[in-house]
């Protein structure tokens, strides 16, 4: 069975950093390109971050130079390093293969204070 669990979250001051942590059960991970998405309340669910099977990276611009996405593929996890937060960025993130192949984990709630 697929799990996807998300952490790392929390309250944070404008300028601030967080790392979210999302880790991958039940699949073969390493074959996956993975993406972090976030949910502001009232907002679509967006794509903030992807990272391919080799590595490769995207970002969207709101989070460029901003974010960091990585990959462990010996402990199955995908990690987003988030710097200079602004208050924008609150939201529940959370990740999914980057073409949405899995069910959706609980998310991880970034709140950054102005």
């Known amino acids: 069975q697929v799990q996807l669990v998300e952490s790392g979250g929390g309250l944070v001051q404008a300028g601030g950093s967080l790392r979210l942590s999302c880790a991958a059960s039940g699949i073969m991970f390493r074959f996956y390109g993975m993406g972090w998405y976030r949910q502001a309340p009232g907002k679509q669910r967006e794509l903030v971050a992807s990272?391919?099977?080799?590595?490769?990276?995207n970002y969207a611009d709101a989070v460029k130079g901003r974010f960091t996405i990585s990959r462990d593929n010996v402990k199955n996890m995908v990690l987003l390093q988030m710097n200079s937060l602004k208050p924008e960025d609150t939201a529940v993130y959370y990740c999914?293969?980057?073409?949405?192949?899995?069910?959706w984990g609980q998310g991880t709630q970034v709140t950054v204070s102005s």
């Open positions: 999914n293969s980057d073409r949405v192949t899995f069910t």
């Open positions: 990272i391919g099977s080799g590595g490769s990276t």
